[in-house]
């Protein structure tokens, strides 16, 4: 990226190495870049550090450590760490660096990012990732927004990356991905909500034909397998969004009721997670055998009842 104020980028630290993290990190060590992480978890995961280590990542011992020297700080946490992890590298983020904001935050949060961001002397993008980043990796439909994010779109172009600049105002793009993001995610609690109570009387052969006559053009049992695998992998990720989403309607002015129903449908799947409802089951089982481990968990009165 060069303008008067900012040279090309070398140097990229990345604030998170989860799913998005990971494979944003091997992307661009791959090309050349020194890329670099910090994570809360990296300190007691053994497999994380190896996954660092196979990329050509750096693992930083904290996010202070991170920002020294890093041209670029791409923010990828939690929806509901997003404004904590702006605020941690505030102190020491340097001077005329860019951060590009990657989570799924509503406006006014990615707004309240850019104002402690911008204050400390570095620049600020926010991004909406539009789809699920496996398996588009790097190349990953994102819309950015902010005063400096059409520099920022032709570097990550030269990366490999599928950005386009929607507006120089802050919170465009949040608001394009918070509002889909209802649908999306909405759509995957339906599925699991109805595919659930179906297969538990029995009556799935009948649903899931009249939906493929009203909806011809989804394939519904691959769409249900699809839905129940990551929202089982990624539930809790998904449940701090939709909150987000809830935020973003509310802001709106208006009452995030279906968001917020939704949000709870998922926090249920993450709950199961955790208890170990599909811990016997491959990511690519079907969305019956998925509806089957939640149907066997409610008999042993798990998972919470909603």
């Known amino acids: 990226m060069t303008t008067p104020s900012m040279t090309p980028i070398t140097t990229v630290g990345l604030l998170g190495f989860g799913e998005v993290g990971a ?29 660092a280590q196979a990329a050509h990542v750096n693992v930083t011992s904290s996010a202070a450590h991170l920002c020294q020297g890093a041209q670029l700080l791409i923010s990828a946490v939690t929806a509901a760490n997003t404004l904590a992890a702006a605020q941690g590298c505030a102190a020491h983020i340097s001077p ?23 204050a400390a002397g570095a620049h600020y993008v926010e991004a909406g990732v539009m789809t699920s ?18 520099t920022l779109c032709d570097t990550l172009a030269a990366w490999g990356c599928q950005a386009t600049v929607v507006s120089d105002a802050l919170g465009v793009a949040s608001a394009i991905k918070m509002c889909r993001s209802i649908m999306v995610k909405g759509l995957e609690a339906l599925v699991i909500e109805s595919y659930t109570a179906a297969r538990s009387y029995g009556v799935e052969d009948q649903v ?13 049992t691959a769409q249900g397998r699809y839905f129940f695998s990551r929202v089982a ?31 709870d449908k998922h926090q249920w799947m993450a709950d199961a997670k955790q208890d170990g409802v599909f811990a016997h089951l491959d990511k690519d089982a079907p969305w019956q055998a998925y509806a089957d481990a939640l149907i066997a968990a409610r008999s042993q009165g798990q998972p919470p009842s909603q």
């Open 23 to 51: 494979i944003f990190g091997h992307a661009l060590a791959a090309q050349g870049l020194r890329v670099s992480a910090w994570d809360k978890l990296l300190p007691s995961s053994p497999a994380m550090n190896r996954h």
């Open 96 to 118: 005329g660096s860019v951060y590009l904001d990657l989570n799924s935050a509503s406006p006014g949060t990615k707004q309240a990012c850019a104002d402690i961001i911008e």
């Open 133 to 150: 980043v496996p398996p588009h990796g790097i190349a990953v439909p994102m819309l950015l927004g902010g005063a400096h994010a059409q």
């Open 208 to 220: 899931l034909p009249t939906l493929a006559q009203t909806f011809p053009g989804i394939d519904w």
């Open 233 to 263: 992998q990624h539930g809790q990720r998904r449940a701090e969004e939709m909150r987000e989403s809830g935020v973003t309607v509310n802001e709106a002015g208006f009452e995030s009721t279906m968001a917020s129903a939704i949000a």
